[in-house]
């Protein structure tokens, strides 16, 4: 798409240079997230017209049309944005109107009233408004002009900007406080809830309005945190699921011996406690395993031969059932040859 960007920003330029004097003392500062949003619809939203207004047609392409309507929508939603306030306030007195104040809602009902407006006679009367094919065309139209440099964020941000203050009619989204001095204005502006601020965590480089910024710190991923499992350890808030997961001292582990009874969960810091605390229990249900026939007064008895060993408790050192049984044979068959070398005395 080869057109030259027109200065569709030249009314909204014309404008402020009209209210400078106005605006001397003026804060104006803006939701800078709301504005961006409003900034991005525009551009689909003309799209739509354009490929609306040409489909079916033989002499006209949405290239052709694009700069006309670009020039119709901004003073369309200009004239819509001032005279806003006046139609909100009849709406309101109707009790069956659902009305939305948000401002990208306003812009899109904008948008759609407009966009409406601009279909052709081939739009209108036949199935294109409902097939995916149209949804193809305008998304793909939009992105052209957006490569192309057609109509260039910053001016839709500023186009944006204006549309908002005019549709906030309730202070919510900008701020329009009147100061006595430059100074006092100054003083305000370093502590304006829409005044810009850049993310301080380490590695993030999110700017937001002073207004977002808990919202921002409640999700930004390089936030450092305590530890969700309360261990000593700080971590960033993208790397704590696989921290919690994987090397986290306090994340529960199942007893090593599961395998052979025991049900046991605990932190993992806590194994080697556990399996020193447990180890009569671990070796009881070691021995069910090893010695399948015998019965409970039987395996008592071998627990107890075991442990009069002087090596019983280096059987702690195992970690996990196959370990384990295998020094309990290996401490049995020792002990079956110290009682056959005691019996040959």
């Known amino acids: 798409m080869d057109v030259q960007d027109a200065d569709t920003g030249e009314k909204h330029q014309t404008l402020e240079a009209v209210m400078e004097g106005d605006r001397l003392f003026r804060c104006n500062k803006c939701d800078s997230e709301i504005v961006n949003k409003m900034a991005e619809i525009l551009l689909p939203g003309l799209a739509t017209a354009c490929i609306d207004n040409t489909t079916g047609g033989l002499f006209k392409s949405p290239e052709m049309v694009a700069i006309d309507l670009r020039k119709e929508l901004v003073a369309y939603l200009t004239q819509r944005s001032e005279t806003f306030v006046a139609e909100f306030v009849m709406q309101e007195e109707n009790p069956g109107a659902e009305n939305s104040d948000h401002p990208t809602d306003i812009l899109e009902d904008f948008i759609e009233d407009f966009a409406s407006s601009k279909r052709n006679l081939f739009s209108r009367v036949s199935g294109w408004l409902l097939s995916e094919k149209r949804e193809d065309k305008v998304d793909d139209f939009a992105q052209q002009m957006e490569s192309s440099g057609f109509w260039l964020m910053d001016r ?169 049984t295998f020094a309990i044979k290996e401490q049995e068959a020792n002990l079956e040859a110290l009682e056959n070398e005691n019996g040959g005395q």
Request: charged share 25%.
């Open 156 to 324: 839709r941000v500023a186009i944006a900007e204006t549309l908002l203050k005019n549709v906030d009619f309730k202070n919510v989204y900008h701020c329009e406080k009147i100061f006595d001095t430059d100074e006092e204005l100054t003083e305000h502006q370093n502590e304006c809830i829409f005044r810009s601020l850049m993310c301080t965590n380490n590695g993030c480089d999110a700017s937001f309005c002073a207004v977002h910024e808990e919202k921002h710190n409640s999700t930004c991923p390089f936030k450092v945190l305590p530890c969700e499992q309360k261990c000593p350890e700080s971590i960033v808030r993208r790397e704590m699921d696989r921290h919690c997961i994987t090397v986290c001292p306090m994340k529960l582990v199942n007893c090593p011996f599961h395998l052979v009874g025991c049900q046991s969960a605990f932190p993992l810091s806590m194994i080697e406690q556990h399996c020193s605390e447990n180890l009569r229990s671990h070796v009881l249900s070691v021995l069910r395993k090893i010695h399948k026939e015998a019965s409970e007064e039987e395996l008592e008895q071998k627990l107890l031969l075991l442990e009069k060993l002087p090596t019983f408790n280096e059987l702690s050192e195992s970690t996990d059932a196959r370990s384990l």
